[in-house]
């Protein structure tokens, strides 16, 4: 017989697949920065949050502190690695001032999360009790993961562009949000539920958002191509006239 615990493991293993989905989303946004060497105007915050995010659920789901959560773990440990290749790259192909601010943030969200484990491992001797404050903070650690695109959604809005917003992040945090909703509402875990509930309204809203600036970015980027186009056939064709110019001068000089 199909038990909830069975469901629950199913769900939990889509919601790991959907989840190492969304951590490898932005792949192709960081070959365009490895590409450019430039992180243009990318915003590292997302991968912030999620570093700090993933690091905190995977202290939630040790035994010692929220037994049973294996799944919660193996996913979140997987993404944690992850954030860190994208964070490597930010600090590699960003300028020196936005370097210095990464590396003391991603300093300060480490020294953040050492200190969490070692109270919480020596001091609460209740798994209960460690769950639930661990869980506490990892509820706002997820909130402000699906949150940190407000800044990117805030860009589109007043640019008209959703070229710095990828698309498939956005899809895989509605879906990423779907899936652990579900996992955490059959065997009720509100740590899991009310923040993946919210990140799927905050998915959703990007889904609409890109939506709708679609086809004013495609636009944009069109006549941007244009315009860069002419700029090179115009400046090829100056540098034509100046050495037919030349040259007809030379050859004005050899007849005197």
């Not at 370097?99 to 003391?104: M, Y």
């Not at 059959?186 to 905050?202: C, E, Q, T, V, Y």
Request: proline content about 4%; some cysteine.
């Amino acid at each position: 017989m199909f038990s909830n615990e069975d469901a629950r493991t199913a769900v939990g293993i889509i919601g790991n697949i959907i989840a190492l989905i969304l951590f490898l989303s932005p792949a192709p946004t960081f070959y365009r920065i490895w590409k450019k060497k430039s992180v243009e105007q990318y915003s590292p915050v997302p991968y912030l949050a999620t570093f700090v995010n993933c690091g905190l659920w995977v202290l939630y789901g040790l035994p010692m502190v929220h037994p049973h959560s294996t799944l919660v773990v193996t996913i979140n440990g997987s993404g944690f690695v992850i954030e860190v290749i994208y964070l490597l790259l930010f600090l590699i192909y960003s300028d020196r001032k936005k370097r210095l601010r990464l590396l003391l943030i991603v300093a300060a969200e480490c020294l953040f999360m050492a200190v969490l484990a070692l109270l919480v491992l020596t001091l609460v001797h209740s798994i209960k009790l460690r769950s639930a404050i661990v869980g506490s903070i990892c509820m706002v650690g997820n909130i402000m993961m699906y949150a940190s695109p407000l800044a990117v959604m805030k860009l589109v809005i007043t640019t008209r562009s959703v070229e710095f917003m990828p698309f498939f992040l956005s899809l895989f945090s509605f879906l990423n949000g779907i899936s652990w909703t579900s996992y955490a509402l059959i065997r009720f875990d509100p740590f899991i539920a009310a923040p993946n509930g919210m990140g799927s309204l905050l998915g959703l809203a990007q889904l609409i958002l890109y939506a709708t600036f679609y086809k004013s970015t495609q636009r944009m980027m069109t006549e941007r191509k244009a315009k860069s186009e002419v700029g090179l056939v115009e400046k090829a064709s100056a540098g034509n006239t100046k050495r037919s110019n030349t040259e007809n001068q030379n050859g004005n000089v050899l007849e005197v």
